[in-house]
């Protein structure tokens, strides 16, 4: 199987090295500075076992590949925002034997959020869901860090919308050889669903910085309480925090790197950071509105943490520069004076 990465960032970026480094086939598919840097020096990975860098075919768009071949797998790992485009140029493209992309490759998707998968589906006849667990950081233009050890990362992958069959199990048999614990499930939104709770946080994060403060943990858990009521009124189910601990516990703990290149912050900080004009919150904390709205929940502390977040991508605001105690007057004004979830 060929491995073809669109969005070669900090989990496409991670999950191609490590496919290279096990002898895996790995095309990349990048844009802008960090196209022309992997093209000139090739892709630098550090985790804790050290720092390699890799020089693979990388492509800017679909037909610099040519016909694509029966055994390719597309793994979808740009941001939920930048999801639509990737699957429109790709779907089309043709493959040897007289197909297309759409009629005849698996495509997974590798993100957060839950959205996607659903986009794929109305283009792709294989669609694969996967949860991603993989602690990384965009360093630079050519350069990711991933600190998990002693797996790299935790990557479910199953059917969408459900079930499993051998190209999954092919799919994790060849992440696990390049220590990524890839799990086949037959229920993968589940697990994504879990993840998207978790991922409520980053909104936090990428606003104030670190959660580590009283208030900002405050928001967050109101964030996710009403993701939790909201999953409850639609019906949908979510791993919980235990099962999901049980997965990662011995498997992915973070470890020190080299010099400085260790994870800063979570992707929807580093969206930030690097002044991208974009942020996936309106795949994050807007499904909870999205289905907070549809099945009359009201979600008021994630609009706010997708207004405020989507307002500083589009204003290029630097990450974790909006006080804690700003924030919390924001929540404040939706929730009351008193912003803390029942207990």
Request: a neutral charge.
């Amino acid at each position: 199987m060929r491995y073809i990465i669109i969005g070669a960032g900090a989990v496409g970026g991670s999950v191609g090295g490590r496919l290279a480094e096990a002898g895996h086939d790995v095309v990349l598919v990048a844009r802008g500075a960090h196209l022309r840097t992997l093209r000139e020096r090739g892709r630098t990975l550090t985790t804790p076992d050290g720092t390699r860098t890799h020089r693979l075919p990388v492509v800017a768009r679909p037909a610099e590949l040519g016909e694509l071949r029966p055994d390719d797998v597309l793994v979808l790992a740009v941001k939920t925002q930048d999801s639509e485009a990737a699957l429109s140029a790709w779907s089309t493209r043709p493959v040897e034997g007289g197909t297309t992309a759409a009629e005849s490759l698996p495509l997974v998707c590798a993100q957060n959020g839950v959205d996607s998968e659903r986009m794929a589906l109305r283009r792709f006849a294989r669609v694969y869901g996967m949860c991603v667990w993989l602690p990384a950081t965009h360093v630079e233009p050519g350069t990711v860090a991933a600190a998990g050890a002693p797996c790299t990362g935790i990557l479910h992958i199953g059917r969408y919308p459900t079930g499993t069959d051998a190209t999954a199990h092919r799919i994790a048999a060849d992440l696990e050889s390049a220590k990524l614990l890839s799990p086949v499930v037959p229920d993968v939104l589940r697990w994504k669903y879990g993840k998207l709770l978790a991922n409520l946080a980053n909104a936090v994060e990428a606003l104030t910085g670190l959660v580590v403060e009283e208030a900002a943990l405050a928001v967050n858990r109101l964030a996710r309480a009403e993701g939790e009521a909201v999953l409850a009124a639609a019906g949908i189910a979510a791993v919980g925090e235990k099962e999901q601990g049980e997965v990662r516990a011995g498997r992915l703990v973070l470890k020190p790197l080299d010099g400085s290149t260790g994870p800063r912050g979570g992707s929807s900080w580093q969206s930030l950071s690097r002044g991208t004009g974009t942020i996936e919150a309106d795949y994050l904390n807007g499904e909870i509105t999205l289905l907070g709205r549809l099945h009359g929940v009201p979600t008021p502390v994630n609009d706010v943490l997708q207004r405020l977040t989507n307002t500083f991508a589009q204003e290029r605001r630097a990450a974790g520069s909006l006080p804690v105690a700003e924030l919390l007057a924001h929540v404040r004004r939706v929730t009351g004076p008193d912003p803390r979830p029942a207990t």
